[in-house]
């Protein structure tokens, strides 16, 4: 009996590490996604990274951290930067430049 609490709390962290992965996979999945579909000439309109530098940002981490298999390494965490940044200020402000209302 002595021994089940260390083997539950281990299986609970596993979990947490599951969807950690699964979230940062999703996330790094439609910054790509969302990078690929945007028009080239728009990105050095808003004064950022040109569409290739963001693409291969975000193609190079997410491999990175499928490689790894957690998000919990540097490259997990760099990844989930990278992906946050670019939707959270390179999406907005092509959201801007178009019609403002954008895809999503």
Do not use: C
């Not at 957690?70 to 801007?96: H, K, P």
């Amino acid at each position: 009996m002595a021994n089940a609490a260390p083997i539950f709390a281990f299986d609970i962290r596993l979990v947490i590490d599951l969807i950690l992965f699964v979230f940062a996979l999703i996330v790094q999945g439609v910054a790509l996604v969302h990078a690929i579909t945007q028009r080239s000439d728009a990105f050095p309109a808003i004064g950022t990274l040109p569409k290739g530098g963001w693409i291969a940002i975000l193609a190079v981490t997410l491999l990175l951290t499928l490689l790894t298999k957690t998000t919990l390494s540097i490259f997990g965490l760099i990844g989930i930067a990278a992906a946050l940044i670019y939707l959270l200020d390179v999406r907005v402000g092509l959201r801007e430049l178009g019609d403002g209302r954008g895809s999503w």
